[in-house]
């Protein structure tokens, strides 16, 4: 349950409890909504900043667009209320979650008048797949849902209701006691866990499914391959298969609230060495430097508070 800290709504910091919605917001009946999780993390040099802000509210007016959700304020906008909010709760370190809703008007599905509602809220959460995770490892399934293929969602977008499929496979897993699932696509291969991308370490090189599989292609998962490439690794966008993730050396999750996670084991199977690996360990250290402002090369990845 997040702290119950003011929320930025409609263009005002409100009390927690003020930030409400009718039961006939027509968002809440059909899934016609956008949203994003964005991360803040206090830097080695004792700042706060967001970590790649600006892409999270493109992506997040791209999703509006996409789901023909008319959106009022600029990327700028978003921007500046994220960190008026940040400092107005403050907090050094956060998870944010902009949320874009129809509310009243038509209760019919084209949804044509409705009012575009929209709210910032953020609260500290620690690591998504818990603390223990990020070093020692998650245990998957392959989930029997099917991740929706691209003639029936829109995969770059957060869309609400497209989550139901996250939401369904992510409890099956965990009810039956893994970490989290894996999704695979219409036509057998792997798509991506319920809220992170994937990637697979076979011979010392990465793979990770393409962007144009049925996959969010994440703002993590962008991050991951630059700083990949930059420490001289190969990585390669390629179609995988569940028995490529059976063998692989190495496997590891990543997103916004994930992080980077490395899987040590996968229905059943011992992912290597069953524990986290080199290039995974790598990888992780060199996404903290970055997000925590440790990294030269990309300043231009934090918005500073
Ligand atoms: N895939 C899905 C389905 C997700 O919900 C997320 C989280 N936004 C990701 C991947 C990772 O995306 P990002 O790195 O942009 O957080």
């Known amino acids: 349950m997040p702290e119950k800290l003011p929320i930025w709504l409609d263009g005002e910091i409100v009390p927690y409890e003020k930030a409400t919605t009718h039961v006939l917001s027509h968002s809440l009946h059909y899934g016609v909504g956008a ?3 964005i991360r803040a993390y206090k830097g080695v040099d004792g ?17 509006c667009k996409v789901a023909l959700i008319d959106v009022s304020y600029t990327v700028d906008q978003l921007i500046e209320a994220s960190v008026a909010l940040l400092k107005h709760n403050r907090l050094a370190e956060a998870y944010i979650r902009p949320l874009v809703w129809l509310g009243e008007g038509s209760m019919g599905v084209a949804a044509v008048d409705n009012e575009v509602r929209v709210a910032i809220a953020a609260w500290p959460w620690g690591a998504y ?29 957060k869309i609400t209701g497209q989550y139901v499929n996250s939401v369904l496979a992510k409890r099956e897993a965990m009810s039956a006691g893994f970490h989290e699932a894996i999704m695979l696509d219409s036509q057998g291969y792997v798509a991506e866990g319920t809220g992170e991308n994937l990637f697979v370490v076979m011979k010392g090189e990465i793979y990770t499914p393409p962007a144009g599989a049925s996959i969010l292609a994440g703002i993590t998962r962008e991050t991951l391959i630059t700083i990949a490439r930059e420490a001289e690794l190969t990585v390669r966008e390629e179609a995988l298969t569940r028995t490529q993730l059976y063998i692989a050396d190495e496997v590891f999750m990543c997103g916004t609230a994930a992080e980077v996670t490395p899987v040590r084991e996968i229905d059943g199977r011992k992912i290597g060495a069953g524990e986290r690996g080199p290039i995974a360990t790598r990888i992780q250290s060199d996404y903290f430097d970055a997000v925590r402002g440790n990294n030269p090369r990309h300043k231009e990845w934090l918005t500073y508070l």
């Open 35 to 37: 949203f994003e999780g």
């Open 47 to 63: 700042r706060s900043a967001v970590f790649r802000l600006r892409e999270h509210m493109e992506r997040l007016l791209d999703s």
């Open 129 to 157: 797949l818990g603390a223990e995770a990020l070093e020692k490892g998650v245990r998957l399934c392959t989930s029997s849902y099917e991740r929706i293929g691209i003639r029936s969602h829109h995969e770059k977008a």
